[in-house]
């Protein structure tokens, strides 16, 4: 018997409603009504495998380093002045083929205009780099891979703006390290939002990779949790104590940049301490390092020499390149090893001069100190890293492409 079939969908706020009217051409039948069914998903959530057909397309087109990742960390500064010609004229005559440009930097400024609606992001644009797509079309026919830096919780500016995003003494003052930095609040729903906001419109600028740099709450923080005025948000109800809630919070975060950032076709990366990977969680700050690894693309553990104490037996690290390096990546590769789907391992490696360390605990920088860390990543599977010098000023001579 032919049947008359109506269908009709409802969008009532996030939930959809969906409904099958079923009834006979028969005037005189009992119509039959099928069962209401509703659906609980938001109407536009992000599928769990997003097709590639629908990913943005920037126009901007760098393949990802055959023989791997291979950069140098690049500030603001320099990708918008001269020296980018120099530090371009390096990776062009060497195995380096990748930049880690300063996109939001350890102040919380933006280096270049983002093209953003948010007020805060564009009241902090210094615009460095002057002509974002002359950098994109100097990248391109170079074909340097272009890696966007965001550093993420440790930010002075957001935390001036918004100090409700951020961490206050019982007067309303915004906590600051010895440094005078101050970081914003990892619990926070809405400071992730405005990473994400970033990372974003970096994404559809060109760049292929979004690495977020100090993903954690503040060196000793677990010293004052209790004294300083913050929300937890969501956290505060779970049944978890501090450390748990400190490190589901960065995890969660993590998740939720990837997430949002699966439309865009990147990849994303995480700096992380080095000794995070060395212990089941770095409790005051919120890193574990299994969870984060996860959660990414890349994990880009941060092994300076200079950066470690005393560990694996070796009494003053920086003298030891290659043995700090080659004792660490024994730990990382079981740690990744007992994943069901490792990242990229890219570290980032010492090509500076430590000395602030003071006479007989530190070595000069050179072509040898950084092969060693590059030999010693080599040996243990890894053929990816990343070089961090501050001014920029990389060590010329230097074989990066080890047998």
Do not use: C
Request: glycine share 6%; hydrophobic share 35%; proline share 5%.
């Amino acid at each position: 018997m032919k049947k008359n079939r109506l269908k009709w969908f409802i969008p009532l706020s996030a939930t959809l409603l969906f409904a099958v009217y079923s009834q006979d051409v028969h005037a005189e039948e009992t119509p039959e009504t099928q069962v209401l069914t509703i659906y609980n998903e938001d109407l536009l959530s992000i599928p769990e495998n997003y097709p590639t057909q629908f990913t943005f397309d920037s126009g901007v087109e760098i393949a990802y380093p055959e023989d791997g990742v291979k950069g140098v960390y690049v500030t603001g500064h320099s990708a918008g002045g001269s020296r980018l010609a120099e530090l371009t004229n390096l990776l062009n005559d060497t195995e380096l083929n990748a930049m880690v440009v300063d996109i939001k930097d350890d102040y919380g400024d933006m280096t270049l205009d983002l093209d953003s609606d948010n007020p805060i992001i564009q009241e902090n644009t210094q615009n460095y780099v002057n002509d974002p797509a002359a950098l994109m079309t100097h990248f391109e026919e170079n074909q340097i891979y272009p890696i966007a830096r965001i550093v993420v919780f440790k930010d002075t500016r957001l935390a001036e703006a918004r100090p409700e995003l951020s961490f206050t003494h019982s007067d309303g003052s915004i906590w600051k390290n010895n440094r005078g930095e101050s970081f914003v609040n990892p619990f926070s729903q809405e400071v992730w939002e405005y990473n994400v906001e970033i990372a974003k419109q970096a994404a559809k600028m060109g760049f292929k990779e979004i690495q977020f740099d100090y993903v954690r709450f503040p060196e000793g923080f677990e010293t004052r949790s209790d004294e300083l005025q913050y929300t937890r948000g969501g956290y505060e109800d779970m049944d978890l104590d501090d450390v748990q809630q400190r490190v589901e919070s960065v995890t969660d975060f993590v998740k939720y940049a990837k997430k949002e950032l699966e439309p865009y076709g990147v990849d994303v990366s995480v700096d992380i301490f080095g000794y995070s990977a060395t212990v089941p969680e770095a409790p005051g700050i919120g890193q574990n390092f299994s969870k984060i690894s996860e959660n990414v693309d890349v994990i880009s553990s941060m092994i300076y020499p200079s950066h470690w104490g005393p560990y694996f037996g070796i009494a003053k690290p920086d003298l030891e390149p290659y043995n700090i390096v080659s004792e660490y990546m024994k730990v990382e590769n079981e740690v990744l090893g007992n994943l069901e789907s490792p990242p990229q391992s890219r570290p980032w490696l010492q090509d500076f001069t430590a000395s602030y360390l003071g006479s007989g605990n530190y070595l000069q920088y050179g072509p040898a100190e950084i092969e060693a860390q590059i030999r010693a990543l080599k040996e243990a599977g890894v053929n990816e890293f990343l070089l961090w010098d501050a001014g920029n000023t990389y060590t010329k001579g230097v074989n990066y492409d080890l047998e």
